[in-house]
Each structure stands twice: as structure tokens, then as C-alpha cells.
């Protein structure tokens, strides 16, 4: 019997509209999800050690979410030409 060979590591740069979190849901279940969050918690029905819970994950789900965001604003920026930040205002 041979042993398993270690995997490498390899470095993959991640697109810039990827969170940085660990548990990055897409943006739209990680949204749907803090909703279903939110509506509980208003509900008043969840315990203490339960609201508790629910907040942490509410939290960690609102940065995934301003995560997706800011990759997209990102994406957005860089497909602008450059002396385009003002289009489409009137002066």
C-alpha cells in the first residue's frame, strides 16, 4: 500500500468580487438569509442564547454581503474609462 502524496498548495488569486470571509455564500442567498434573520429576531420569538446566535451570524452575513458589493463597485470602476467618474452628471 502506498501512502497518499500531500497535495500542494497553490496560490490562486481570488476575483475581486469574491468576499474575503471563510463561509461566502453567494450574495444573494447570504442576503436572503440575513432577511430571514432580521425577521426572526423583530419576531421577538428566538431566546436569549438563540438572538445571540442569530446576531453573530446576521453580522458575519451583512459583511459577506458589503463584501459582494464592493467587488462588484470594484469591477465597476475598473471597466470605467479612465476620465469617465462624472458621466452621465450634468455640470
Known sequence: MSE???QKATKTSAAPAEPRHTD????EEA???LIAIV????GGEPG?????TLW?????????CQDWLDGAQERLD???PEGNEGAG???
Open 31 to 33: 442576503r436572503d438569509e
Open 4 to 6: 497518499p502524496k500531500p
Open 48 to 52: 436569549l442564547e438563540e438572538s445571540l
Open 56 to 64: 453573530e451570524r446576521g453580522e458575519h452575513l451583512a459583511a459577506v
Open 24 to 27: 461566502r455564500p453567494p450574495y
Open 89 to 91: 452628471a450634468s455640470a
Open 39 to 42: 425577521a426572526r429576531l423583530e
Open 78 to 80: 475598473a471597466a470605467r
